[in-house]
């Protein structure tokens, strides 16, 4: 529908959205009974046959979403560092997250950590699950940069 558009300019629109996938449909890919899938993340294309685009994308948005979560897990966890201290907090938090105990933080701590510019993104309890107040007994803060 915005064909005054360059294809350029539409493809990037789409991308800074955020959007995984494309499917390309031009009227030479149409007259061959085909389209084609292009994947953000990876840049890959993909040549398929119209009547099995469907089912094709709704895999490939599975996958693509998995692989992406696979990898920003992966990144967090490997910029995660274990403190037990907030100089090893701050220190941590320069270059990517630290985790502590949020009984050694406190607000007292939270303080005195927004003096270098970091906070407590998150508590969670032991096993990952979200607490209804940050009271409960033996949570844990996760802390980072605040830009």
Known sequence: ARVDTSFGRRSTDWELKGVPLRVEVGPRDLAEGSVTLVRRDTG??????????????????????????????????????????????????????????????????????????????CLQRADGTVPSSDDEPELVAYCARAY
């Open 44 to 121: 890959t294309k993909e040549s398929i046959r119209v009547d099995k685009a469907p089912a094709l994308v709704a895999d490939a948005i599975d996958v693509v979403q998995a692989e992406l979560l696979a990898a920003a897990t992966t990144r967090r966890d490997e910029r995660t560092i274990e403190c037990s201290s907030l100089d090893e907090i701050v220190e941590a938090a320069q270059t990517g997250f630290a985790r502590a105990p949020w009984d050694l933080i406190g607000l007292e701590g939270e303080a005195r950590l927004a003096e270098s510019t970091i906070t407590v993104r």
